[in-house]
């Protein structure tokens, strides 16, 4: 199985400076068709996952601009350019490339 | 608008069964892969399951292999997850999701316990 390993776990941060957190995969998420299907969730507490970024780096309608998916093979970065009192919540990184899917253990931002 | 709507969980013995549904509008059910996903109560999530559009490929997490079904009635636009053999470490929230993550139901409660 592929293995999801994020860091930081938790990340506090003021409003208005920027986040970032990794992602990092035990195998490469290239598919046989080029694509590399990583994708990054918020899910803000009580509610549902929503995706944020889609393949990489391809950010969902509605979803603000300040996040920025990037990375290849097996390493992968979300950045929060200006964290809003909003962005608080659980991060996590999947990859449906392989079977079975895989999770990232979640990073809980929260506002210092 | 996509909407996924679960329905289904409950409160169920160690052993038993429980069947969730998931009703889906708004998109083309027919034209994407579906997945169940859990989250377990203060924990992460859980990739389950995921049948493709016709219904003839499954793939299945290795803890609920040959315990728990995923199947679709493309006609009905809806998803469901057969939960046999149920155990206390299949307690969490189900969520009804297409494959990618785009759209996902507001979860569905299973708890079992004694």
């Known amino acids: 199985d592929v293995v999801m390993t994020q860091s930081p776990l938790s990340l506090p941060v003021t409003l208005g400076q920027p986040a970032s957190i990794s992602c990092r995969s035990s195998?490469?998420?290239?598919?046989?068709?080029?694509?590399?299907?990583l994708n990054w969730f918020q899910q803000r507490p009580g509610q549902s996952p929503r995706r944020l970024i889609y393949?990489?780096?391809n950010r969902d309608s509605g979803v603000p601009d300040r996040f920025t998916g990037s990375g290849s093979g097996t390493d992968f970065t979300l950045k929060i350019s200006r964290v809003e009192a909003e962005d608080v919540g659980v991060y996590y990184c999947?990859?449906?490339?392989?079977?079975?899917?895989?999770f990232g253990q979640g990073t809980k931002l929260e506002i210092k | 608008e996509v909407q996924l709507v679960e329905s289904g969980g409950g409160l169920v013995q160690p052993g038993g069964s429980l069947r969730l549904s998931c009703a889906a509008s708004?998109?083309?059910?027919?034209?994407?892969?579906m997945s169940w996903v859990r989250q377990a109560p203060g924990k992460g999530l859980e990739w389950v399951a995921s049948?493709?559009?016709?219904?003839?490929?499954?793939y299945y997490v290795d803890s609920v292999k040959g315990r728990f079904t995923i199947s679709r009635d493309n006609a009905r636009e809806s998803l469901s997850l057969q939960m046999n053999s149920l155990r206390a470490d299949d307690t969490a929230v189900y969520y009804c999701?297409?494959?990618?993550?785009?759209?996902w139901g507001q979860g569905s409660l299973v708890t079992v316990s004694s």
């Open positions: 708004g998109f083309t059910f027919n034209g994407f892969w």
């Open positions: 393949k990489v780096s």
């Open positions: 999947m990859q449906h490339t392989q079977w079975p899917h895989t």
């Open positions: 049948i493709r559009q016709d219904g003839r490929e499954k």
């Open positions: 195998q490469s998420l290239v598919y046989s068709d080029g694509n590399t299907y």
């Open positions: 999701a297409t494959r990618s993550g785009s759209d």
